[in-house]
């Protein structure tokens, strides 16, 4: 999820689409809240570890 968030970061700043860095941002964060709280040892959608 990380990586796509970065992936449509650069495409949305290359292409100037702002609906691509919008998503991306969503993404990255979301994808880093989740990595954080499966580290912690949390279970994240059903899972003991995200990664």
């Known amino acids: 999820m ?3 968030g970065i ?3 650069v495409v949305g700043f290359l292409t100037g689409i702002s609906i691509l860095w ?3 941002i969503i993404l ?3 994808g880093a809240v989740m990595w954080i709280m499966g580290s912690m040892g949390h279970a994240v959608a059903g899972r003991r570890h995200y990664w």
């Open 28 to 30: 990255a964060v979301v």
């Open 22 to 24: 919008t998503i991306g």
């Open 7 to 9: 992936i449509l970061l």
């Open 2 to 4: 990380i990586a796509l």
